[in-house]
C-alpha cells in the first residue's frame, strides 16, 4: 500500500504496508450492482480499502488476477464483482447486448469513416 501526496509540484509516495499474492485469500467488491471504488482484501486480516475509482477497482482485481494465474496458479475467490468485466473477452457477451452491439457498429462505421476520408498518394 502506498500513501501519496503533493509537496508544490512534486508527487511523494511512501510504502506504507506490503503483502504477498500467496496469502491472499479473498477480495471482495462490496457490491458488485452499484459503481462505488470501495473494495476488501483478505489476508490473514481484512484490510479495506479505496481505489481511485470503480473502474480501477476492477482493473485491479483483473491484475491480481491474471498475476495469480501466471504465477501462483492458487485458487483465491474474487467475489461481489460483475463477471462481465473481470474478463477481458466477456464485455462482448455482456447482458447488455443492445448497447455493445450498437457501440460496435459504431465504432467499425466511424472507422470506416475515418479511411474514406484520408487521402492516398
Known sequence: MVKHWRVDREEKYEIVEKWFLKDLEMIDGKEADTDNPYFDMHFHKVYKMEAYS??????????????????????????????????????WSSSNRDFIVVMKVCFYAFSLLCLSLCRLS
Open 54 to 91: 470503480c473502474a480501477s477497482k476492477y482493473t485491479f482485481a483483473r491484475t491480481l488476477s491474471k498475476l495469480n494465474t501466471m504465477y501462483l496458479k492458487k485458487d483465491f475467490k474474487i467475489v461481489n464483482f460483475d463477471d462481465t468485466y473481470l474478463n477481458d473477452d466477456s464485455i
